[in-house]
């Protein structure tokens, strides 16, 4: 059973930095492209970042250039840092895995990050 656990969000003023984690168990790592995506209220959800097995990244417009994701394998966990983080970046913040194999996704549960003016 796939499971992610998210830790790390919290109330941070703008400028400010945070980082997240992603921890996985139940899967095979190396099949999956790991992600974050995030939703404001009243809005869609929306990539963050996603990183693959061989190290490939890719981010949503909005976070290129301050956010940055990474992957230890031996820790099955996945890190998103976050840096120059506005007031528009608050939001919940979802661990998605992909099963590259059956495209399935998973997702965790999600941890909220405020950011303050």
């Known amino acids: 059973q796939v499971q992610l656990v998210e830790s790390g969000g919290g109330v941070v003023q703008s400028g400010g930095s945070l980082r997240l984690s992603c921890e996985a168990s139940?899967?095979?790592?190396?099949?999956?492209?790991i992600g974050w995506y995030r939703q404001a209220a009243g809005k869609e959800r929306e990539l963050v970042a996603t990183?693959?097995?061989?190290?490939?990244?890719n981010y949503g417009d909005s976070v290129k250039g301050r956010f940055t994701i990474s992957r230890d394998h031996a820790k099955k966990t996945v890190y998103l840092q976050m840096n120059s983080l506005k007031v528009e970046d608050t939001a919940v913040y979802y661990c998605?895995?992909?099963?590259?194999?059956?495209?399935?996704?998973?997702w965790g549960q999600g941890t909220q990050v405020t950011v303050s003016s």
């Open positions: 139940g899967l095979i790592f190396a099949f999956y492209v």
């Open positions: 998605s895995a992909m099963d590259i194999r059956v495209r399935e996704h998973y």
């Open positions: 990183v693959t097995d061989g190290g490939g990244t």
